[in-house]
């Protein structure tokens, strides 16, 4: 997620017989997953994907794993799903809401052709400047287009230019979630027919089935409503192909088809 928490991870994990099932807190960055054996989700790790691993990106998961918000970075299983699903694509122009320290960003960059670009959107410079020096060491930095500002103002910027209406091949939200759908309808006009939306944490840990008199942060249950109702709209929305994936703690990709 890289929305900033308004409790710290220690106190949501401050006990993990009595935390929530989806709440697990991972070894590394404090990743959720909706695993409920911590074993089998470093085994999926060891074994898929730490091996295929960029070594910027390593470099980059195990420095943002000290800072205060590590819980904000995206793990490292979505990171080479992004980079499978670019790739796949033959992706060329993303846009990336919410950056964090950038470890999503790096593994679109490293994805993307040498002509590629991604116009980035974060409302705090200085968590992304701290993997800079990493995205720089790797040789993608010319691909970004890092802008520090509120993710609504530039969605409106670029939906003003025709020139990129349908620009977008893909698009990673991962920003305030209490704006997601307000995001995704100029998303719409700014990925192309055939494009995908990924939205993160669409199913917050797990916390979309929590009663509202569980023991989870204040910060949880704030936002597990603003996601409840992402989802049933996703769901509801004839102008998509959705498919909600169980990577991270919930991901939602959205194919537009009109």
Request: some cysteine; aromatic content about 8%.
């Amino acid at each position: 997620m890289a929305d900033v928490a308004s409790e710290p991870v220690a106190t949501m994990r401050s006990n993990r017989d009595t935390a929530h099932p989806g709440d697990i807190l991972h070894q590394g960055c404090g990743h959720k997953s909706l695993l409920s054996s911590d074993d089998l989700y470093q085994y999926l790790l060891k074994t898929t994907v730490y091996p295929r691993e960029p070594a910027s990106m390593k470099k980059l998961r195990e420095s943002t794993a000290s800072h205060p918000w590590n819980h904000m970075a995206t793990a490292p299983d979505e990171g080479q799903l992004i980079q499978f699903l670019l790739r796949t694509m033959n992706a060329k122009n993303t846009l990336e809401l919410g950056v964090y320290t950038g470890y999503s960003l790096l593994a679109t960059a490293l994805a993307l052709p040498e002509e590629g670009k991604i116009i980035a959107v974060d409302i705090s410079r200085e968590a992304y400047n701290l993997g800079l020096p990493m995205i720089e060491e790797a040789g993608v930095a010319n691909k970004i287009d890092f802008r520090e500002s509120p993710c609504m103002d530039v969605l409106q910027e670029l939906v003003s230019q025709e020139a990129y209406h349908g620009f977008f091949d893909f698009a990673f939200v991962d920003a305030d979630k209490n704006n997601y759908i307000n995001y995704h309808q100029h998303l719409l006009k700014l990925v192309r027919i055939g494009g995908i939306i990924a939205y993160d944490n669409t199913l917050w840990a797990g916390a979309v089935i929590a009663t509202d008199d569980e023991p989870l942060p204040s910060y949880i249950h704030y936002y597990k409503g603003f996601i409840r109702d992402l989802n049933t709209y996703l769901a509801a929305d004839s102008r998509l192909e959705i498919c909600q994936l169980t990577v991270s703690d919930g991901v939602t990709l959205c194919r537009r088809i009109v």
